[in-house]
């Protein structure tokens, strides 16, 4: 695989017209192959971010490189380099996801006898093939997104871009998706996800970065990010619950309902000290889980911890 | 594959799938302009043409019309053609697809114009062939009477063009064609010759670029013409290449494509 990173973003900033000041100097890098999860709430420049790579936004300063190709200087040549799946359907509805796809092709210089094999291609493994020829607007939501996909692989991009690809979606079709952007990820291409299923970006990426009022906050391997979560909240399904709980130091535990607690420890705490206590107290464990997603619990705290922060996001300018 | 063959493929995809719209929606962009003109043709040609006579050389009003009417039929259909599809893709945003890609935006520019003359020239034929049913042409001078058309075409897509990008609401592309256009087609000299006005209007009708396109054409197709024919080649030229510099810088700075 190539050493080249597959994208370079350096000191990019992004003012609009409005004075909005979108990316305070971005500077991150993805490594070729990786899975890799860009995650901010709305409004944290997320969209602003892909917009300059992908050409649809200008850049007030700094650089992005895709595969060592500087997308302001040689924009053409990087943009081959590019596939998009952008967060709002973009297509034209009246035509059909055949015609999108060919033609998607045909925009990247791609012969058309290449582009309609590509085409069936895609819309085969994307489950769209017996749409083909109907009108894009008489897709479902979960069939207009895949199609977004199809027509982004057109080109056989070496770095796919997914913006909120799965929003609205229901989890059938999502988790169809996402094995086939594993599919694709796993044979070589780089890839770059925003979501708002923060489980997703979990269970998929390698590694992170976290923005927030245009500043990466976090930029780290998945591992390593949800290792800083110090505190875990386990919700138990028990076969009945006793007047009184089992008291134990360092565990939070508290009743829910008559067949559910909750414990909330650190994460470095044992579970069979827990375990011998419930046990000891007649209470049966009949399953476990996480109560939240650990990575969407480091998600709230590390942004809101960026905005109780001083000094950022505009306040010292306003004081 | 060489950038040359890859920008002529996808220039070839942007025209056919012009041409692909145009087919798709023929009764709002073949039919309407033919029964537009035909009306044109029975009205004024047909019933008040009869009873006007010869109107220049020889050439009854009919004949000195129908060249009028299908360089109007061209410039009109030019203009909606880009005006609408542009903004349409603009609109839903479908102009992405060709903004994200690795086009140099002179293909994106010039597919759009090669649709719009498509079309510009499939009603020019058709309202030619409308008149034949009418009155008896033979062009006098084919090389002038195609480069006329031709130019006038891509003049009116360029500036069809100009105005989708400007454009922020469907309203906004119909503003121009009804309150500049259409006035200055039918002061173009479509329906009468410049030389029947007395000045200053004579004057102030040369200042109308349509007029030259007209006159191009009708000398083309009859022989006569109000104007200079050199002169109205340089007038059609000078818009070509102004607005084909104003349409490519408009797309270079991403003016209401890019943020």
Not at chain 2, 168 to 187: E, G
Request: aromatic share 8%; glycine share 8%.
């Amino acid at each position: 695989m190539s050493s080249i990173p597959a994208l370079v973003v350096d000191n990019l900033r992004k003012t609009y017209g409005n004075g909005v000041e979108a990316l305070k100097g971005v500077s991150l890098t993805v490594q070729p192959g990786d899975f890799f999860a860009l995650l901010g709430p709305n409004g944290a420049g997320k969209s602003t971010l892909i917009g300059i790579l992908s050409s649809l936004v200008n850049s007030s300063g700094g650089d992005a490189q895709v595969f060592g190709i500087s997308v302001n200087k040689q924009r053409s040549e990087a943009m081959r380099l590019i596939g998009l799946v952008p967060q709002e359907i973009n297509f034209n509805q009246f035509e059909k996801p055949f015609d999108i796809c060919v033609n998607e092709a045909g925009f990247y210089g791609i012969p058309r006898r290449i582009a309609m094999e590509r085409a069936e291609k895609y819309l085969k493994e994307l489950r769209l093939w017996d749409k083909a020829q109907h009108q894009a607007r008489m897709l479902s939501g979960g069939m207009k997104r895949r199609l977004m996909i199809a027509r982004a692989m057109m080109n056989e991009p070496k770095l796919l871009i997914l913006d909120e690809p799965t929003a609205g979606v229901d989890i059938e079709i999502r988790r169809s998706m996402w094995q086939f952007v594993s599919g694709i990820n796993a044979a070589g291409t780089t890839v770059i996800l925003t979501t708002h299923y923060l489980e997703e970006a979990e269970q998929l990426c390698r590694n992170i970065a976290i923005i927030d009022h245009g500043t990466i906050v976090e930029n780290t391997t998945m591992k390593r990010l949800l290792s800083k979560l110090d505190v875990e909240t386990f919700v138990f399904d028990v076969a009945g619950v006793p007047g009184e709980l089992p008291a134990l130091p360092g565990v939070a535990l508290r009743r829910v309902d008559e067949h559910t607690l909750e414990a909330e420890m650190a994460r470095t705490h044992d579970l069979n000290s827990l375990f011998a206590a419930l046990t000891a107290h007649g209470i049966t464990v009949t399953s476990m889980r996480n109560k939240t997603n650990r990575l969407e619990e480091l998600f709230v705290r590390l942004v809101e911890h960026g905005r109780q922060e001083p000094g950022r996001n505009g306040q010292e300018q306003a004081a | 594959m060489s950038n040359a063959s890859a920008n002529l493929v996808a220039l070839s995809t942007i025209v056919r799938r012009e041409i692909v719209r145009i087919l798709r929606i023929w009764t709002q962009t073949l039919i309407p302009p033919a029964i537009t003109m035909t009306l044109y043709f029975v009205i004024f040609g047909k019933l008040i043409g009869s009873r006007i006579g010869s109107i220049e050389h020889g050439y009854t009003y009919m004949q000195y019309l129908a060249p009028g009417l299908v360089m109007m039929s061209i410039i009109m259909n030019s203009y909606g053609n880009i005006s609408s599809s542009f903004f349409g893709a603009k609109f839903s945003r479908a102009v992405e697809e060709m903004l994200v890609s690795p086009m140099p935006n002179w293909v994106i520019l010039t597919g759009y114009v090669a649709g719009a003359v498509a079309r510009g020239l499939s009603v020019g034929a058709l309202v030619l062939g409308i008149a034949l049913f009418f009155t008896s042409l033979h062009v006098a001078h084919p090389l002038i009477t195609f480069a006329s058309v031709l130019l006038g075409s891509v003049i009116f897509s360029l500036a069809g063009f100009v105005n989708a990008v400007y454009a922020k609401k469907f309203d906004d592309i119909a503003l121009v064609p009804t309150f500049i256009l259409t006035p200055l087609t039918y002061l173009g000299g479509v329906f009468y010759s410049v030389k029947m006005l007395s000045e200053p209007w004579q004057a102030i009708s040369r200042i109308n670029p349509i007029l030259y396109m007209v006159n191009a054409f009708r000398y083309g197709v009859l022989g006569i013409s109000d104007v200079n024919v050199g002169v109205a080649f340089a007038v059609m030229l000078f818009f070509v290449l102004a607005l084909g510099a104003f349409g490519l810088q408009l797309l270079k700075r991403g003016v209401g494509l890019r943020s």
